[in-house]
Antibody
Framework: QVQLVESGGGVVQPGRSLRLSCAASGFTLSSYGMHWVRQAPGKGLEWVAVIWFDGSKKYYADSVKGRFTITRDNSKNTLYLQMNSLRAEDTAVYYC???????????WGQGTMVTVSS | DIQMTQSPSSLSASVGDRVTITCRASQRISTSLNWYQQRPGKAPNLLIFAASNLQSGVPSRFSGSGSGTDFTLTISSLQPEDFATYYCQQSYSAPMYTFGQGTKLEIK
């Protein structure tokens, strides 16, 4: 069964760091670009970052550029999001997603909640 | 950056109704437009890709159309499980994607 499972969310104080993970099963992560998308409570979807299948290119939303870093370990079939200098406005459910068959997010994880609060 | 604007932001309808949601891009994006459904507490689910192509497993009552800047998602006969929030997304500037703000479809 093709599946993405996020982990690593939790409550963190402003200015601190957190690392999210996204583990793939049922397919080979190394063949695909991978994305992070977030959703603040009661709000819409916001694309956050993408990493090329081989890690050679990375792009970020302006809202996280310079603070977040997307990486991957294809040997572990896992995607990461290192989040530094966290702010209250980073509070959201974070989803990993990928474009396997089309230029659209056809596989999503279940999401992991990040709450930034003192 | 390409901005996506959906209308309406919310919509009340009844089971069996025909419903149309509109998405407008701030610049021409050809047919690089996807639609997602999101139920409360769940991840989004791809419905339509490339403006008019139905994702495998999605009921045929869902359809998409449009090109350039104006797009529509139509549900031909609403079912109880269709009450959810719908998002459009442009893939023209891939790999950097942009979503619309969402349309919440509620039961009348």
């Amino acid at each position: 069964q093709v599946q993405l499972v996020e982990s690593g969310g939790g409550v963190v104080q402003p200015g601190r760091s957190l690392r999210l993970s996204c583990a793939a099963s049922g397919f080979t992560l190394s063949s695909y670009g991978m994305h992070w998308v977030r959703q603040a409570p009661g709000k819409g979807l916001e694309w956050v970052a993408v990493i090329w299948f081989d890690g050679s290119k990375k792009y970020y939303a302006d809202s996280v550029k310079g603070r977040f870093t997307i990486t991957r370990d294809n040997s572990k079939n896992t995607l990461y999001l290192q989040m530094n200098s966290l702010r209250a406005e980073d509070t959201a459910v974070y989803y990993c997603a990928t474009t396997v068959n089309y230029d659209a997010f056809d596989i999503w994880g279940q999401g992991t909640m990040v709450t930034v609060s003192s | 950056d390409i901005q996506m604007t959906q209308s309406p932001s919310s919509l009340s309808a009844s089971v069996g109704d025909r419903v149309t949601i509109t998405c407008r891009a701030s610049q021409r994006i050809s047919t690089s437009l996807n639609w997602y459904q999101q139920r409360p507490g769940k991840a989004p689910n791809l419905l339509i890709f490339a403006a008019s192509n139905l994702q495998s497993g999605v009921p045929s009552r869902f359809s998409g159309s449009g090109s350039g800047t104006d797009f529509t998602l139509t549900i031909s006969s609403l079912q109880p499980e269709d009450f959810a929030t719908y998002y459009c997304q442009q893939s023209y500037s891939a790999p950097m994607y942009t979503f619309g703000q969402g349309t919440k479809l509620e039961i009348k």
